[in-house]
């Protein structure tokens, strides 16, 4: 499907990307890679927010499968999302790219608060604006988080770069045969409970009518094929035109 002329998106990457090839933590060469892929779409012309998970140093759910609690797990993860937002800030810097972040969680010393309308200042002056710590609160993930700006900062589309390149009817990794869907709408995104996003960012996507672009950022040079409509990806929209 084409999708729709782009002037600002939201770009979401797993904190899992950012390991590289490790299994844990953050790989600055590999950071440095996805920077420049970022860097890249920013020169096409186009406003770029900036959303990074924290799975590759830790999931609240984890923490409370091993018996801690919840919530508490839900804030450290949340640090998690801080210190890969710096990590891509400093890769993006090293570039070049002026950025700002903007976490949810207040910290004076090491970055600025969510601010909307300061944020629309750093985007129109050239900057890519980095959001970390989700929405700010326990019980919710980056991809709520990604959701949320997306429809705050009026996104063209929140942009997906995750491990698998789109939306599978089943899991491609146990499932040789799965099938890739090139486009496919909200309402069976959560009521086959696809594994795109959790449920809540796709409903506020939906609500909003924000597509949702999935594609491997793994694979080189993918994101400006996405972005120039020749990548492999999955359009979650309920427009299939
Ligand atoms: N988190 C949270 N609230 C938010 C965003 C994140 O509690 O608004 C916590 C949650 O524990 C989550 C962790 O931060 O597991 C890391 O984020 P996420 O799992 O979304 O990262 P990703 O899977 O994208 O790497």
């Known amino acids: 499907m084409t999708l729709p002329k782009m002037n600002r998106v939201l770009l979401k990457l797993s904190g899992e990307v950012l390991m590289g090839d490790q299994q844990f933590g953050i790989d ?12 890249a779409a920013k020169e096409t012309g186009l406003e770029i927010c900036l959303v990074i998970g924290g799975g590759n140093i830790f999931r609240g759910m ?4 091993q018996g801690m609690d919840r919530a508490q797990a839900d804030y450290m993860g949340m640090l998690a999302t801080v210190m890969n937002a710096l990590a891509m800030q400093s890769a993006l810097e090293q570039l070049g790219v002026q950025t700002r972040v903007q976490s949810a969680v207040q910290m004076d010393q090491v970055c600025e608060p969510v601010i909307r309308r300061r944020a629309e200042r750093h985007l129109e002056k050239g900057r890519i604006v980095i959001f970390a710590a989700g929405v700010g609160a326990p019980y919710f993930t980056t991809d709520s988080g990604a959701a949320l700006r997306a429809a705050e900062m009026n996104c063209d589309a929140l942009l997906k770069g995750t491990s698998v390149d789109g939306v599978y009817d089943s899991d491609p990794k146990s499932n040789p045969s799965a099938t890739r869907y090139e486009t496919v709408s909200y309402g069976k995104v ?8 959790d449920a809540s960012a796709v409903a506020l996507c939906r609500d909003n009518d924000i597509p949702i672009v999935v594609f491997s950022i793994r694979e080189k040079g ?3 094929r996405v972005l120039s409509g020749e990548g ?10």
């Open 28 to 39: 600055p060469a590999f950071v440095l890679e996805l920077a420049k892929e970022v860097k």
């Open 62 to 65: 984890a923490g409370a499968a």
């Open 190 to 197: 959560l009521a086959d409970n696809l594994k795109v996003m």
């Open 222 to 224: 993918n994101l400006a």
């Open 232 to 241: 492999v990806q999955t359009v979650v929209t309920d427009h299939t035109a």
